[in-house]
T-cell receptor, first 114, second 108 residues
Framework: DGGITQSPKYLFRKEGQNVTLSCEQN?????MYWYRQDPGQGLRLIYY???????QKGDIAEGYSVSREKKESFPLTVTSAQKNPTAFYLC?????????????FGDGTRLSIL | KNEVEQSPQNLTAQEGEFITINCSYS?????LHWLQQHPGGGIVSLFM???GKKKHGRLIATINIQEKHSSLHITASHPRDSAVYIC??????????FGKGTKLSVKP
């Protein structure tokens, strides 16, 4: 079955450490997205990619980095510059980057600080 | 003021009740999405609409573009409907703006 796979489900980060969250999709979608979800808040866009080898900053990109070397993969690195990384991270994809297309979501990664 | 407002924030219902969740937005949109987030965190897209009404099983979504308002209705609610329901709007710039969600709990 086609879908989006995020791993790991739970991740712990030490102070000063970079960690990478994996997102893989087999839907043949061009557009991929990373969102951050905090308690009591709506999803906020971190980065998005409309096509391979291209990506743009979202509303809260500081302290994060991404790459899009393959159509199927859009990993997110939470760097040590992100001072408040504890959150739930969701990856999504759509056929193309358009508000008129439904987005398909992964099951998320919960990141905590040790 | 948030661009997407949902009400209520929390909703508890008895099994079988008719449920309505509301979404108001302040920006011009090209489409409105209703999403369901399960207790484990995964999100499923329920509806995408730009006018009128859509129905899928016991779920109905309506939108009034002039009033900038949408509603999600659940008929004959069931405990398995317990989830967080999220409204998101898509503007001309492409990215979605999300509401904070409505947490629904349906008691048997």
């Amino acid at each position: 079955d086609g879908g989006i796979t995020q791993s790991p489900k739970y991740l712990f980060r030490k102070e000063g450490q970079n960690v990478t969250l994996s997102c893989e999709q087999n839907l043949n979608h061009d557009a991929m997205y990373w969102y951050r979800q905090d308690p009591g808040q709506g999803l906020r866009l971190i980065y998005y990619s409309q096509i391979v080898n291209d990506f743009q900053k979202g509303d809260i990109a500081e302290g994060y980095s991404v790459s899009r070397e393959k159509k199927e993969s859009f990993p997110l690195t939470v760097t040590s510059a992100q001072k408040n990384p504890t959150a739930f991270y969701l990856c999504a994809s759509s056929i193309v980057d358009s508000p008129n297309q439904p987005q398909h979501f992964g099951d998320g990664t919960r990141l905590s600080i040790l | 003021k948030n661009e997407v407002e949902q009400s209520p924030q929390n909703l508890t219902a008895q099994e079988g009740e008719f449920i309505t969740i509301n979404c108001s937005y302040s920006v011009g949109i090209s489409a409105l999405h209703w999403l369901q987030q399960h207790p484990g965190g995964g999100i499923v897209s329920l509806f995408m609409l730009s006018s009128g009404k859509k129905k899928h099983g016991r779920l109905i979504a309506t939108i009034n573009i002039q009033e900038k308002h949408s509603s999600l209705h659940i008929t004959a609610s069931h405990p398995r409907d317990s989830a967080v329901y999220i409204c998101a709007v898509g503007g001309s710039q492409g990215n979605l703006i999300f509401g904070k969600g409505t947490k629904l709990s349906v008691k048997p």
